[in-house]
């Protein structure tokens, strides 16, 4: 199976910074897409970032300009480093992965996910 586990998240003032990071473990044979995704209480979960395994990178609108998201291959890893944070931004912020593993000789493809970061940004 595939882990994915969260650091980073907190409690920061408007206009601060902060860096999430999601490491992915287990029997990968590769991971394709990778993301952040986050849930405010109330409302659906959204797409925040996304990277592909070439590095092309997709934005939700009200983050371009204030989040970049990256990711390390050989470690297995995707960070979001999120500047200029506004009370809006408060939710709980999620790791996405979609892996290729294998079965014995079969390659199954799966999304994973991590157990979510509770990012509070105050006023």
């Known amino acids: 199976q595939v882990q994915l586990v969260e650091s980073g998240g907190g409690l920061v003032q408007a206009g601060g910074s902060l860096r999430l990071s999601c490491a992915a473990s287990?029997?990968?044979?590769?991971?394709?897409?990778m993301g952040w995704y986050r849930q405010a209480p109330g409302k659906q979960r959204e797409l925040v970032a996304a990277?592909?395994?070439?590095?092309?990178?997709n934005y939700a609108d009200s983050v371009k300009g204030r989040f970049t998201i990256s990711r390390d291959n050989a470690k297995n890893t995707v960070s979001l480093q999120m500047n200029s944070l506004k009370p809006e931004d408060t939710a709980v912020y999620y790791c996405?992965?979609?892996?290729?593993?294998?079965?014995?000789?079969?390659?199954?493809?799966?999304?994973?996910w991590g157990q979510g970061t509770q990012v509070t940004v105050s006023s």
């Open positions: 990277i592909t395994s070439g590095d092309s990178t």
């Open positions: 287990g029997s990968i044979s590769s991971i394709n897409n």
């Open positions: 996405h992965a979609d892996v290729t593993i294998v079965v014995v000789t079969t390659r199954i493809r799966a999304d994973y």
